[in-house]
Every structure is written in structure tokens, then in C-alpha cells.
């Protein structure tokens, strides 16, 4: 147990608040541009050392609360999603190496955890288990099963496409957001002026969140604003040989 914690207390909060203050900057500013790859990278980091040192926290515990197996899960969860949406954003031509596989067995780890907290909940006396419900942990335990479908459709592929790369990229990214910003400002109320806890505006950052999500999604799946401004090499390659073919026809007839 931590019985001076104020320092790795310190960390969490600065590097959280780093972190949701660059993914929002992150999330308006231009996809792909040098300042979005910038702002991003700073995201990563201060996210990972955040969910890490909670994670710590909450595996020893600390002269205040005790070892937290939820919010051991949430940083671990946390971590996953980042670096994955991180190395896909980074790969070029690579195929999914040892990271991803490792990530992998953390995201069927974390799955697991979330699957037997939730289980513990639902036969305790109150249903609850170190105060949350079993559906909360049955919540984010799919979105870690959600990841490990992800991630076994690319093991399959042995990758994956341009579309399909920003979108994994967008969604883990600002799901890692959210869990930041909602145990910021929905779960830590107390830290906020007292007008605010009468009012939904602490509901406006996560709120935002799920919004601009969906926004991109849909731009992303749906339509062709983003397509071939994030190709692989060699996808580019291809497109363009597949278009100086088509000229080519076109001429010949």
C-alpha cells in the first residue's frame, strides 16, 4: 500500500488533464495533418502514463482507498485501446506484429476481469460490487470484447484497409477519451463549483465526445471524405496503377 501517494496523485492529474485537454485539440483539429500527429502523440503519452499510474494505484491501494479491481480494469483498458489506436495510425506497410498480439491477450484479460467483477456483483447481497452495478462492468467489458473483434477480423486479414484503419483509429482513441473525461467530470464531481452539480453542463465534455465520434464515423464509413488521404504505400501504389490502366483503356477506345 502507497502511504504517501500525493506524488503519483499529482501524475494522474496532471497527465490526465494533459490528456483531455490535447484529445479534444486532437479531435478538431485536421486529420492526418503534422499539428493533429503533434497534438496526438502528446495524447498518448500523457494518457498512458495516466491509466498507468491509476492502474498502480488502484493494484496497491493507498492510505485512502483500498485496491480497486474497476479501476485497475479501467486503466488497463485505457492503455489498450491507445496504443492500438495509436500503432494503427503509425503502421505503413507492416503487417500486425508482437504489439498488437500482446494487446490482444491485455484486451482478453481486461474482457475477462470485467466479465467476473460483474458476475461477483450480480451474486453479492446489494448487487453491487465496490459500489457499481453488474451491467457497468458487463458495459465496458464489451467494448474490450468489441476490441478483441476488432482485432481478430485483422489477425485474419493480416491487416487492414485505409477505411477501416481511421475508423479503428477514431473510435479507440475517443473512447479513450471518454473514459477520462467522464471519470473527470461526471466522476468527480466535487472538484467542480457547486452550480455546476444543478446543471447538466458536466455532462457537455462526454457528451461531445460520443458526438463527434458518431460525426466522424459516419464521414468515414459512409462517405468518401476521407478516401485515399490515408492509404498505405502500397495501397497507393495500387490505386494508382489501377487508374492508369482505366486511362489507358479509355484512350485505346
Not at 476521407?226 to 482505366?246: C, D, T
Request: glycine residues 10%.
Amino acid at each position: 500500500m502507497i502511504h504517501d501517494s500525493h506524488i503519483p496523485v499529482f501524475i494522474h492529474i496532471t497527465a490526465g488533464t494533459v490528456g483531455i485537454l490535447t484529445g479534444f485539440l486532437a479531435m478538431f483539429l485536421r486529420k492526418g495533418s503534422p499539428r493533429h500527429r503533434l497534438v496526438g502523440n502528446v495524447f498518448v503519452v500523457s494518457m498512458l502514463v495516466m491509466a498507468l499510474v491509476a492502474s498502480y494505484m488502484a493494484y496497491v491501494g493507498t492510505e485512502v482507498t483500498p485496491p480497486k479491481i474497476s479501476n485497475q480494469l479501467a486503466g488497463l483498458l485505457t492503455c489498450y485501446m491507445v496504443v492500438s489506436a495509436w500503432l494503427v495510425g503509425i503502421r505503413q506497410d507492416r503487417k500486425p506484429g508482437w504489439p498488437e498480439y500482446v494487446l490482444f491477450l491485455v484486451a482478453v484479460g481486461v474482457a475477462a476481469g470485467y466479465i467476473l467483477a460483474g458476475r461477483k456483483a450480480a451474486l453479492s447481497p446489494d448487487g453491487l460490487n465496490e459500489g457499481f452495478p453488474a451491467g457497468l462492468y458487463y458495459v465496458f467489458g464489451s467494448f474490450a470484447v468489441l476490441g478483441i473483434v476488432g482485432d481478430v477480423r485483422m489477425f485474419i486479414l493480416r491487416g487492414i484497409k485505409s477505411v477501416q484503419r481511421l475508423a479503428r483509429h477514431l473510435w479507440r482513441m475517443c473512447f479513450a477519451l471518454l473514459l477520462a473525461a467522464t471519470s473527470l467530470f461526471l466522476g468527480q464531481p466535487q472538484v467542480f463549483p457547486h452550480w455546476m452539480h444543478a446543471t447538466y453542463v458536466l455532462f457537455i465534455p462526454s457528451l461531445t465526445i460520443i458526438v463527434t465520434l458518431i460525426y466522424y464515423l459516419v464521414r468515414t464509413l459512409f462517405t468518401k471524405a476521407f478516401k485515399g488521404r490515408f492509404l498505405r504505400p502500397s495501397e497507393r501504389a495500387q490505386q494508382e496503377m489501377e487508374m492508369a490502366q482505366a486511362k489507358g483503356s479509355e484512350g485505346a477506345a
